[in-house]
């Protein structure tokens, strides 16, 4: 046996009341479990090591539901953002933007449309193509080691479309339409757990309902999932989550809902009726999850902000209406006075804007400032500020939006569907706290100091439940035969460390993460194992 934690308080991801036990793990699973065993003055487990873990808490390793790791588990052996969290397994490929399927052209579209969420990417060598060659260069990252954790991937809806339709503002041609369907089918065949969208943002957001619910039928005969981040948190949420239960509905496919908040002014409140919505969709049989993140601001580039039409063409494009003064003077009016669809139907108010990272260091001023506030102390209105970040920035810019609701946050975070999802975005000076903190803060605030859910409860919110979604047979418990993807914590200390004045801070309270069973977090500090792989589908 290589290691046996002794008298952990085991909180098995289950939901059920926690108990104490000797955990014993070897061959990367956990191969015994002896309950009670020194009240029961029973023959005690040995291995080659032994962790007291006397007053902590044992738990399944927590899954990161919306995860922007896609270059930075190539880039970063150390990943500690989400390792030190207790994070055992990411899914990247959110919000239908990732870099597979690509051909050339699209693959350097792609690389310039989300330079904000995970950098140009200079430094890597993109050898792959496909879906499989993605997962097969995560499989064999750093010198044929691994990466930090696991990962599983999504067919990236909007890549999808840029492949085969390109950046237009129109619907797809039959035979248009037959090569998406192909190239999700393949994602899948090689591996992925399912497809994901991003209808706030270009080009996947010119797909109408039709040819969306066309590919979740090719998502639901191989038993993926679907993954929207739906084409309203603002004015029209509710009807964007209706709309995305009845297209999948019609395709039969599983449901699940991204960073499922309701922000904005518009929605403050109104979380109930969000739950309303999904309540009466599970009783009517449908299959549906979702995943939050526990904090109120938002995050994602300044550029997605902008209106749809104004991003055809692909990313020169939108330089090029941006450099036209009266094209430009369009765009501030459908963002200011219309409500512009990539700002969810609601007029940009430039206080809730601040700027979060910026990619040429000549504007790192603007970092931490609200747009509203820059523009002020520059005498000028903000959008002529957000104009010349744009430009300058070539459209690498990220930002935090300051418009979400506590109680819609506590109240979406008890629901029976809810899992956990950092949203992470790891590049910029000063990203939000959620990449590094997300999973501790739900323990440290929500469950110990506010009681919003108890540990067994959130516990599962953040394993078993997401491992069922993934359809993991061996993950997301602590079982005998499981995997030992496993995370000790002191109830009484986990919390995050970051905030957003200190975004990159550790947590505490997190002395041991374990990946298959080999330790990545070792008394709090980080070892130099890669034991994660990339979680192919029916794996």
């Known amino acids: 046996m290589d290691l046996v934690f002794r008298d952990a308080e085991v909180v098995d991801g289950s939901g059920d009341p926690s108990y104490r036990a000797d955990v014993v793990v070897g061959d990367g699973r956990i191969t015994t479990i002896v309950k009670e065993a020194a009240a029961a003055g029973c023959q005690r487990p040995r291995a080659r090591r032994e962790i007291d873990a006397e007053g902590l808490v044992l738990a399944p390793g927590f899954i990161d539901m919306h995860a922007h790791s896609d270059l930075a588990l190539l880039r970063d052996p150390e990943h500690t953002a989400k390792v030190a969290q207790g994070v055992t397994l990411e899914v990247i490929g959110q919000d239908g933007l990732s870099y597979a399927p690509v051909d050339d052209r699209t693959l350097e579209e792609v690389r310039r449309a989300i330079t904000g969420w995970n950098g140009y990417g200079e430094d890597i060598d ?33 890549t999808v479309r840029m492949l085969a339709v390109g950046w237009e503002d129109r619907e797809a ?21 399912g497809m ?13 309902d039709a ?30 989550y209706e709309e995305m239960i009845a297209l999948t509905r019609e395709a039969g496919c599983a449901l699940h809902l991204a960073h499922a908040t309701m922000n904005f002014g518009v929605n403050e409140g109104r979380a109930p009726e969000l739950l309303a919505l999904l309540d009466d969709a599970l009783a009517a049989g449908a299959d549906i999850t979702l995943d939050t993140y526990p904090y109120t601001a938002g995050c994602t580039t300044l550029v997605a902000l902008l209106p749809s039409w104004a991003g055809e063409g692909g990313p020169e494009a939108v330089l090029a209406r941006l450099r036209d003064d009266e094209t430009a003077e369009r765009v501030r009016h459908h963002m200011e006075v219309v409500g512009a669809d990539g700002c969810h139907g609601v007029p940009v108010d430039w206080d809730t804007i601040e700027i979060s990272g910026v990619t040429d260091p000549a504007l790192s001023s603007y970092v931490g400032r609200t747009v ?168």
């Open 126 to 158: 993109f050898t792959w193509r496909s879906v499989g060659a993605y997962l097969d260069r995560l499989d064999h990252g750093f010198g044929g080691e691994g990466i930090a954790v696991n990962a599983a991937y999504l067919v990236p809806q909007g």
């Open 173 to 193: 041609t039959p035979r248009e339409l037959d090569r998406m369907r192909e190239l999700v089918a393949a994602g899948l065949r090689e591996g992925a757990v």
């Open 196 to 208: 994901s969208s991003g209808l706030t943002y270009t080009p996947g957001m010119y797909a109408k």
């Open 211 to 240: 040819e969306l619910t066309e590919l979740c039928r090719v998502v639901a005969s191989y038993g993926g999932y679907y993954c929207p981040h739906h084409r309203s948190y603002g004015a029209g949420a509710l009807r964007a």
């Open 372 to 539: 509203a506030r820059s523009a002020e102390a520059r005498g000028e209105d903000p959008w002529v500020t957000a104009r010349r970040m744009l430009v300058e920035d070539r459209l690498g810019s990220t930002v935090l939006q300051h418009v979400g609701h506590e109680e819609n946050v506590r109240t979406v975070m008890r629901h029976r569907a809810h899992t956990g999802g950092s949203d992470g975005i790891l590049r910029g000076d000063k990203p939000h706290p959620r990449a590094y903190g997300t999973f501790p803060h739900y323990l440290g605030r929500y469950v110990r100091e506010l009681g919003v859910l108890s540990l067994e409860s959130c516990v599962a919110h953040l394993t078993s439940r997401p491992a069922a979604r993934l359809g993991l047979a061996d993950r997301g418990l602590v079982r005998e035969g499981y995997r030992a993807d496993l995370v000790l914590f002191d109830p009484a200390a986990v919390a995050a460390g970051s905030t957003y004045e200190a975004p990159r801070t550790l947590p505490t309270g997190i002395p041991y993460v374990l990946v298959d069973g080999r330790p990545v977090i070792e008394d709090g500090r980080r070892t130099d194992v890669l034991a994660g792989r990339a979680i192919r589908r029916g794996a």
